[in-house]
């Protein structure tokens, strides 16, 4: 085991914002990097094209819905590293506003991926996090939008990050998912919009990074950082490549969270976009 030797994941990172990541990482961090994507082959075709850049960097398989995945990575890091000391939380899925999907379907996939999955892999390897490590969930402005369209209620709950716990968070993207499904979303509060799906999933990436990094307060390990962050209007597939930031551009605010310097007292457990933190409590508009 090389338990001295660092160690970057980023998940969902065979295209987009999170390759860009990895490319970045491979330029930036001390240490060995990851690339992970739910398919072998482009994964590992990804690769390839970072290793004809010049880049040193590996991969393993990952598939942030399918538990079994989780523990393999884990367990690998575990006998190949001893811990982990940067972790991207990139990985997610979105639908166009014109999409034919069923709402109660797009809401049920993009939880089950941009929230549940997140959760399912922060709670398998924050375990291993070594100090000084960094986790950056990738959320989206759109969650401040979307929360901004909520019943005043239910925003309030929303916006009380401050001491609403993981399991409260968790029972409200399940009963807007299931409610999505039942088309009574509307009577527990939640909007009508564009994009509700997408930035529903994305307040709860948001929320969740203020709890872990509070529940972190009370860790022993010294100076682990958890931060979400807005990469922007990037030119990806979610966009339909209508995005005006290049990859390389989305991926800069991430890079900045996750290449943090020791003992960083701020950004932490905030929301960040274009490197500025974002008052979770101000109305955005998209």
């Known amino acids: 085991m090389s338990g001295s030797k660092r160690v970057a994941v980023v998940t969902g ?8 990541i990895v490319r970045g990482l491979c330029k930036q961090f001390d240490g060995d990097v990851y690339l992970t994507a739910r398919n072998e ?8 094209n970072l290793k004809r850049e010049g880049l040193q960097v590996k991969f393993h398989q990952l598939d942030i819905t399918k538990p079994y995945t989780i523990k393999k990575l884990k367990t690998y890091l575990q006998d190949s590293y001893g811990g982990l000391d940067i972790l991207v939380n990139n990985a997610g899925i979105g639908y166009p506003e014109a999409s034919t999907v069923p709402f109660g379907e797009q809401a049920e996939a993009s939880v089950r991926t941009n ?9 398998a390897l924050f375990p291993i996090l070594r100090p000084h490590a960094r986790v ?3 959320s989206s402005i759109i969650s401040q939008f979307i929360m901004n369209q909520c019943r005043a209620d239910l925003r309030e709950t929303l916006l009380s990050h ?19 499904k039942t088309g009574t979303y509307q009577d527990l509060g939640w909007p009508n919009t564009g994009l509700a799906s997408y930035g529903i999933s994305k307040i709860g990436v948001t929320i969740m990074s203020f709890i ?42 991430p890079l900045y969270l996750a290449m943090l310097p020791l003992n960083t007292t701020s950004p932490n457990g905030e929301l960040v976009s274009d490197r500025t933190i974002l008052d979770w409590q101000v109305t955005q508009t998209y």
Not at 115 to 123: D, P, R, Y
Not at 162 to 180: G, H, P, R, Y
Not at 218 to 243: E, I, K, S, W
Request: charged share 20%.
């Open 41 to 48: 082959i482009i994964g590992l075709d990804a690769v390839e």
């Open 136 to 138: 950056v969930n990738i």
């Open 162 to 180: 401050t001491c609403i716990t993981m399991e409260k968070l968790n029972n409200l993207m399940e009963q807007f998912v299931d409610s999505a």
């Open 212 to 253: 872990q990094q509070r529940e972190l307060l009370n860790d022993a390990r010294p100076d682990v950082v958890v931060n979400a962050c807005c990469p922007g209007f990037v030119a990806t597939d979610l966009t339909d490549h209508r995005g005006t930031k290049s990859i390389d551009e989305g991926a800069d605010t």
């Open 115 to 123: 929230f549940t999955g997140t959760l399912a892999v922060s709670e």
């Open 13 to 20: 990172s065979n295209k987009g914002i999170g390759f860009a």
